[in-house]
């Protein structure tokens, strides 16, 4: 069964994507924070710096904030999803270990 494009456009007339990476930079990240509201997803990205693991007290250095709509959030999270799936077929299941968790207990 083959779809009907919509009228004036033919099948193979998508648009071609150019990516700009003339303001991209590259932060390395280790540690992510999501939030949201009806209208907006917000994930921050930081680094922990520390490394011993016993620690009271650990300060994460926030270095980017994302906001976007609850679907690109969806989008992301289905790319992300798909990603880690051929990651672990390559290289083997990632075992996350014990759940440590961030906020105050409820």
Excluded at 2 to 31: A, M
Excluded at 56 to 68: A, N, P
Excluded at 81 to 101: H, K, M, S, T
């Amino acid at each position: 069964m083959s779809e009907t494009p919509p009228s004036g456009q033919s099948p193979s007339r998508q648009p071609k994507v150019i990516w700009d990476d003339s303001h991209l930079r590259s932060t390395y990240v280790n540690v992510c924070n999501v939030s949201s509201t009806r209208e907006e997803v917000v994930v921050l990205f930081g680094t922990n710096r520390a490394w011993q693991g016993n620690e009271q007290e650990v300060t994460v250095e926030l270095s980017d904030r994302m906001i976007m709509s609850p679907y690109a959030a969806k989008r992301l999270s289905m790319l992300l999803q798909n990603v880690i799936g051929q990651y672990e077929a390559r290289f083997g299941e990632l075992d996350l270990g014990p759940q440590v968790p961030t906020g105050p207990a409820s």
